[in-house]
């Protein structure tokens, strides 16, 4: 198993599966930012671990950034990195909100980088 917290403050390629304004296969909303994975990784959910691309603004194939924080969820087990890239820094609220189309319906808590607490 791959563990999320190894990732703080790490460089990641993130693979999209759902880029910004693809559609849920499933829930069928739309993905307001870039979603994917980081391949090569298996989370506890036995599936590659999953990665927010914060602050891009177009629909990509792949983004090399900076993992900024983790939501873990605590009533599931699937944790999602928060990827930007290196000058941008998000607020626990702001990622929130703009995580809130997907992950309004887990409980979670942030955790940030050591880095990224104190900017």
């Not at 994917?36 to 590659?48: K, L, R």
């Not at 999953?50 to 009533?75: C, M, S």
């Amino acid at each position: 198993m791959t563990n999320s917290k190894d990732f703080l403050g790490q460089e990641v390629e993130v693979v999209m599966d759902r880029p910004l304004g693809s559609k849920h296969p499933k829930h069928k909303f739309i993905y307001p930012v870039n979603y994917g994975y980081i391949p090569n990784t298996v989370s506890d959910d036995g599936e590659e671990l999953d990665a927010y691309v914060l602050g891009e603004f177009e629909p990509l194939e792949k983004f090399k950034g900076i993992v900024k924080a983790i939501i873990h969820r605590t009533n599931d087990n699937d944790d999602k990195l928060i990827v930007t890239s290196h000058e941008k820094n998000y607020s626990e609220a702001q990622i929130r909100a703009l995580t809130e189309f997907q992950e309004r319906f887990f409980e979670s808590e942030i955790i940030f980088s050591e880095q990224e607490i104190f900017k």
